[in-house]
């Protein structure tokens, strides 16, 4: 099953750090493309890095020199660690698997930063 479960989301400090992580207990994990996307309240969601099954990445501007996306292709997991962390970066991240039709999403897990 490629259904994704994010953890590792909770209450933060400006400036401080989480890692959020993104399961899956699928055996074809590795030809997955992962994604992470975040939505504010009142706000579309967007996205926030990506990682291909060849291990590139890309950000968005916003969090560019602030998060890295990797992945552990034996643990199934990929994980976004999240530094220097701002009031703006508040939101419930979700993670999705995705490889041509396939498309997967996860529930999401509420990152909350205080100013």
């Known amino acids: 099953q490629a259904q994704p479960v994010e953890s590792g989301g909770g209450l933060v400090q400006a400036g401080g750090s989480l890692r959020l992580s993104c399961a899956a207990s699928t055996s074809i994990f590795s030809i997955y493309a992962v994604a992470w996307y975040r939505q504010a309240p009142g706000k579309q969601r967007e996205l926030v890095a990506v990682?291909?099954?060849?291990?590139?990445?890309d950000y968005a501007d916003s969090v560019k020199g602030r998060f890295t996306i990797s992945r552990d292709n034996a643990e199934k997991t990929v994980y976004l660690q999240m530094n220097s962390l701002k009031f703006e970066d508040t939101g419930v991240y979700y993670c999705n698997l995705y490889n041509g039709p396939y498309d997967y999403w996860g529930q999401g897990t509420q990152v909350t930063v205080a100013s």
């Open positions: 990682i291909n099954n060849s291990g590139t990445t």
